[in-house]
């Protein structure tokens, strides 16, 4: 049985659902909605003076700020809190290891990175390449959008460096099976590993250790958490390896006018003021994230994306952009419509949901679409939303028919 129950407390959390506009939003890989707790927790900052790591007077709020830190570390079992580093969010953390490891790649090293990546976690290593002489390597998907370990196999040789790619896909919401890609990383090159799971970490709590990649990345809007808040972790050997990407503030341990000395981890790799409130904001969404059970809300969640996947399929002209997993991402499209109208049409029923490329144009050339429709759920999503949407569909689907 599925504790509905749970859900609708878990929906009475975010006041996005008391707006009196009533949106049906299903654009949660985009960005999911905030909870009251980050918004009081940020107020509060507001109305609190000092920065953190300056002086006596705002230990309050260094505390509150590094408190974020050992809950990132618990939730997504990181082997030391200075590996936990604070960014503006996942593009920022792939783009700090892209530069910092620059100076290990030379001209004739490859760098691998799947096709089905978000533009965050290709062009970092796209223009890394140009900029180095190395040569990049692009690795399809199969049928059913998998990374395939033999073909992979065959992408890596001595000359690997490094090995980009994503646990859950922006595109199609397509888990890859990481362990088993990593595994053959691992045992046929010594490259480092960048995984990013963005679109993971709403629904997962991914286990760091047990993955085994050198660098991931995520952002915490992705999570309920603020905007403009990101981390980059991993394990400590490869973080320690990077050049800042950024210098100032707080990032030295001593500088003379010849001589730079960096600081220890997390701090080499955060120069300047942090984002002290969403930090903080974080901090407090973390914590209350730790007071629901998740495995029911889940069940909850995968049911009203099976259910969304079972009636989309009911559609005649409709294509599914996914293989049989179960996902709240679905992409899809009409043969005989754009799916820029529909989304319009939709939008004017205050119906919220991607269309376009999803920031992913070589994927979706590889795929050869022009774009997709995408619906994706969250925890907070109920049955009456699924409704919404479908009545909206056939909605849009009969004029755009006339």
């Known amino acids: 049985m599925i504790n509905s129950t749970l859900n609708q407390q878990f929906r009475q959390q975010f006041p ?3 707006n009196e506009q009533s949106w049906t939003y299903l654009d949660s890989a985009a960005t999911t909605l905030k909870p009251e707790i980050l918004l009081k927790a940020t107020d509060e900052f507001y109305r609190s003076a000092g920065s953190v790591h300056r002086s006596q007077y705002d230990l309050a709020q260094t505390e509150a700020y590094e408190q974020a830190r050992d809950l990132v570390k618990q939730r ?5 809190r200075k590996a936990v580093i604070w960014t503006s969010g996942t593009t920022h953390s792939i783009n700090i290891v892209a530069h910092g490891i620059e ?3 030379q001209a004739d090293d490859e760098i ?3 096709i089905a990546e978000h533009h965050a976690n290709f062009i970092p290593w796209q223009q890394l390449a140009e900029r180095t002489g190395a040569k ?3 690795l399809p998907v199969n049928c059913k959008f998998l990374l395939e370990s ?6 890596l040789s001595p000359r690997t460096k490094l090995v980009a790619f994503n ?3 922006n595109v199609t919401g397509v888990h890859q099976n990481a362990q088993q890609l990593i595994s053959t990383i691992r045992q046929h090159s010594s490259a480092k590993i960048m995984l990013d799971v963005a679109q993971a970490v709403c629904c997962e709590k991914v286990d760091i250790q047990a993955l085994d990649a050198d660098f991931y990345a995520f952002s915490a809007h992705k999570m309920y958490g603020p905007t403009g808040i990101g981390v980059l972790t991993g394990k400590l050997t490869s973080l320690e390896q990077l050049s800042p990407l950024f210098f100032g503030g707080k990032m030295l341990q001593n500088v003379t006018e010849s001589q730079l000395t960096l600081a220890e981890l997390p701090y080499r790799l955060e120069a300047g003021t942090p984002n002290i409130a969403g930090i903080i904001g974080f901090s407090k969404v973390l914590e209350w994230l730790n007071q629901w059970d998740f495995v029911e809300l889940n069940k909850h969640l995968y049911q009203l994306a099976e259910c969304v996947k079972t009636r989309l399929r009911t559609y005649p002209e409709i294509e599914l952009i996914s293989n049989d997993e179960i996902s709240p991402t679905i992409s899809f499209l009409f043969k005989n419509q754009h799916h820029a109208d529909i989304a ?3 939008a004017e029923k205050n119906i919220a949901l991607r269309v376009g490329e999803h920031c992913a144009k070589p994927y979706l050339r590889h795929l050869e679409k022009t774009g997709t429709l995408r619906i994706s759920l969250a925890h907070y999503n109920n049955q009456q939303d699924i409704e919404q949407f479908f009545e909206g569909l056939n909605f849009a689907l009969e004029i755009l028919a006339d």
Not at 150 to 155: E, F, G, M
């Open 16 to 18: 996005f659902f008391s």
């Open 76 to 80: 997504f079992n990181i082997e030391d």
């Open 103 to 105: 100076n290990q790649i």
């Open 112 to 114: 691998v990175v799947s």
């Open 136 to 138: 990049l390597i692009v």
């Open 150 to 155: 033999d073909r992979l196999q065959q992408a």
């Open 167 to 169: 646990l859950v896909s």
């Open 344 to 346: 319009a049409i939709l």
